[in-house]
């Protein structure tokens, strides 16, 4: 019994499910599409970042907070599979098979980590024809950049354990959905991703500097090289790239072991 | 010598709610015991226990020899589990839930794969095994996830009214599957609110109620317990109810019972066929006109009624 191997079932069964349930997919990819050009024409404009309301430091500042939000959306997904998966009683048919106890849930943040993994992907092409340019503001190199989606995906699969906690603690698949993405909007708004923190008032600066969200769209902007970096004395700010590990790697082993232990008591 | 499935006093409470009430069971190695009572009664979370989903208050269980509460990962090994809800994954096909339970049962990725194709084609999926299973009826669901549990042939099953919702022609065929199972030397559990399914398929019966076994024996035991064969005459006319009574009182053993109503006069008797015949004889030389006559045996409905004083399914809401 290897929980690899079992993972590796279930993400694949997982990955078939995605494949027959096409609008799933597409309807992930719209919202994050639909942020990208709202934000950039609606917003752009009327956007102050450091000294400049220049519409196109706003879309370089933008792309990577859009980018982290859209990874920590997967949450809701996986709690709602999770949650669909105990209501339709195969957690039950899995919880009597003789297989690895975490096997179920981490299939299934690998299958949102290869979802996470191609929404990203058509993202940046998105955000490349509306005209983020890499190295905007500072150089950067291919290495840097894929360093960035790294964190972000790294990120986006922390946060599929939180959905997994909680698609098996609420009661249906539609709670896991709503209640999988209301608390994502204060935590991803509540952050430097779509404005310049510095303009906030100074106990919602500390909340945003603080916010493992924040540590992420930081050390993206400086892999990307984008503009508006935080000038923030404030620890995640000043080493983002190491907040960022960090946090998710705490947020992973936290919500894991809570998910797991979750799961084996877990009742249809 | 303890049975392939064992338990003894299991207690779980949900709240103020004593699901199961100290529970013994016992199934010997090749039979099958059916587990009888009402929405509510524990069936289910007496399942739950014993293929390791849930953990009782207290008491122990023993599966297939090996300790439930200690050794829950072994215990799987063993046992089949299919349920009240028939659980596949209605997105993948046939064959792709079969296969991955095959591998999660650690099949290799092949064998899991030919195990597959064995058992589509013995439960007539065949046809069907690469269609996802949001396309299969009812019945055809219920075959699939019957042939999941089967994976591995483990040498314990459980089925938790595997027959509920199924139009009598699909469950006839489940039932047929299931003899077929326990000839081959498979114990198993099998609960159900159908007391005709219980009588057809099981060689014990526990019938539980309110999380305690209020009655176990064979059916013909049971049925014993409520009293033996009646004859139940009907008249067509009203006036003759007294006269189809006297001779029912004569040739009957105990006490006549009559429904005005619906003109119906019953008495517990001795002798069968034979004796029935001799009614017929009798009712017909003094004239009198029977819309209906005959000799009623006591169904599980009968014994699930005088142990409980409530029928089946009319047991608190779950």
């Keep these: 019994m290897s929980t690899m191997s079992d993972s590796l079932v279930i993400a694949r069964r997982n990955l078939i499910r995605m494949t027959r349930i096409p609008e799933m997919v597409l309807f992930g990819l719209v919202q994050p599409v639909m942020f990208v050009v709202l934000f950039t024409y ?9 000294d400049s309301t220049d519409p196109d430091v706003y879309k370089n500042f933008l792309m990577a907070g859009i980018f982290a939000q859209t990874v920590t959306f997967a949450t809701a997904g996986a709690g709602a599979g999770i949650a669909e998966d105990m209501h339709k009683g195969l957690i039950d048919r899995f919880r009597s098979l003789p297989m690895a106890r975490g096997a179920v849930l981490t299939g299934r943040t690998f299958a949102d980590l290869v979802q996470t993994t191609l929404t990203l992907v058509v993202l940046a092409v998105v955000a490349l024809i509306v005209g983020w340019r890499p ?19 790294l990120l986006g699969y922390a946060f599929t354990w939180i959905g997994a906690l909680i698609g098996l603690s609420v009661r249906t698949p539609e709670a896991a959905t709503s209640g999988g993405l209301i608390w994502l909007f204060p935590v991803t708004f509540i952050s430097n991703a779509f404005v310049d923190s510095r303009q906030m008032t100074p106990w919602l600066r500390h909340i945003a500097e603080w916010n493992p969200f924040s540590a992420t769209v930081q050390a993206c902007r400086e892999l990307f090289g984008d503009p508006g970096l935080s000038s923030s004395g404030a620890w995640p ?8 590990l960090i946090y998710s790697a ?8 809570l998910a797991v232990r979750k799961y084996r008591s877990a009742t249809a | 010598m303890p049975g392939a499935i064992h338990a003894e006093g ?16 016992d199934v010997p190695e090749g039979t099958v015991l059916g587990l009888l009572g009402p929405n509510g009664a524990g069936k289910t979370t007496a399942v739950r226990v014993l293929t390791t989903l849930l953990r009782p208050d207290s008491g122990t269980a023993v599966v297939a020899g090996v300790d439930v509460l200690k050794n829950p990962n072994e215990v799987r090994r063993s046992i089949g589990l299919s349920g009240q809800f028939a659980a596949v994954d209605e997105y993948l096909t046939g ?31 065949a046809e069907a095994a690469d269609r996802t299973a949001k396309t299969y009826s009812g019945g055809m669901r219920r075959r699939l996830d019957l042939a999941a549990a089967l994976v591995v042939s483990p040498p314990v099953m459980f089925m938790d009214e595997p027959t509920t919702g199924l139009d009598p022609r699909n469950r006839q065929a489940l039932w047929e599957v299931i003899q077929e199972l326990v000839a081959g030397g498979t114990t198993l559990l099998l609960t159900t609110q159908y007391l005709e399914e219980a009588d057809h ?78 009614v017929i004889r009798e009712l017909d030389t003094r004239g009198v006109e029977i819309d209906d006559i005959g000799l009623r045996r006591p169904t599980l409905d009968d014994v699930f009624i005088s142990l409980t004083g409530h029928g089946a399914g009319k047991g608190e809401a779950k």
């Design chain 1, 42 to 50: 609606v917003f752009g404009g009327s956007m102050k970042i450091g």
């Design chain 1, 237 to 244: 700010m000043q080493h983002p790239v190491w907040a960022s």
């Design chain 2, 201 to 278: 398929l099981a060689h014990d019966i526990c019938v539980i109620d309110r999380g305690r076994v209020i009655a176990r024996g064979t059916s013909d035991q049971l049925k014993a317990r409520t009293g033996g064969e009646r004859v139940e005459v009907v008249v067509h006319e009203r006036e003759d109810i007294a006269a189809a009574e006297e001779v029912l009182r004569v040739l009957g053993k105990g006490e006549t019972a009559v429904q005005e109503h619906t003109r119906k006069v019953v008495v517990p008797v001795v002798g069968g066929a034979k004796l029935l015949a001799e």
């Design chain 1, 250 to 257: 705490l947020i992973i082993v936290v919500f894991r072991t």
């Design chain 1, 135 to 153: 190295g905007f503001a500072e150089s950067t190199n291919v290495g840097k950049i894929l360093g960035g989606f790294g964190l972000l995906l």
């Design chain 2, 95 to 125: 064959r792709e839930n079969l296969q991955m339970v095959g591998q999660l049962y650690q099949m290799g990725a092949r064998a899991a794969k030919a195990r597959a194709s064995e058992l589509l084609e013995r439960f007539g999926l």
């Design chain 2, 10 to 25: 299991l207690v779980k409470t949900f709240g103020d709610v004593r699901a199961l009430d100290g529970v013994d069971l």
